[in-house]
């Protein structure tokens, strides 16, 4: 089983920034394409962005292309969120999710973190 433990969430006004980490001391992590998705009150987990194996490839939603950016650091087994201009409507959980294969995209994806919130306050 694959630990991941995300972090870095917290309230922020329209406009900020964040970078969500997801850690974990699994020593294959470089085996790993790795994905953040998030769930607001009410709807459906979405699927936010991906990172492949490599991080040469990376896969984003239409509704964050050009605010979030995605990256990895293997040698502290991390992945991260960068998030600028955030809006009200990135209120929400977010999940960092991993998967034992080069490129996951969208999914599906067989490791996922506890969770953290971000909130964005207009």
């Known amino acids: 089983q694959v630990q991941l433990v995300e972090s870095g969430g917290g309230l922020v006004q329209a406009g900020g920034s964040l970078r969500l980490s997801c850690a974990t001391i699994?020593?294959?992590?470089?085996?790993?394409?790795m994905a953040w998705f998030r769930q607001a009150p009410g709807k459906e987990r979405e699927f936010v962005a991906a990172?492949?194996?490599?991080?040469?490839?990376?896969h984003f939603a239409d509704s964050v292309k050009g605010r979030f950016t995605i990256s990895r650091d293997d040698t502290k087994n991390t992945v991260y969120l960068q998030m600028n201009n955030l809006k009200p409507d990135d209120t929400a959980v977010y999940y960092c999710?991993?998967?034992?294969?080069?490129?996951?995209?969208?999914?599906?994806?067989?490791?996922w973190g506890q969770g953290t919130q971000v909130t964005v306050s207009s």
């Open positions: 990172i492949s194996r490599t991080g040469i490839r990376n």
């Open positions: 699994e020593r294959t992590f470089s085996k790993f394409s």
């Open positions: 999710a991993a998967d034992d294969s080069p490129w996951s995209g969208r999914g599906p994806y067989d490791y």
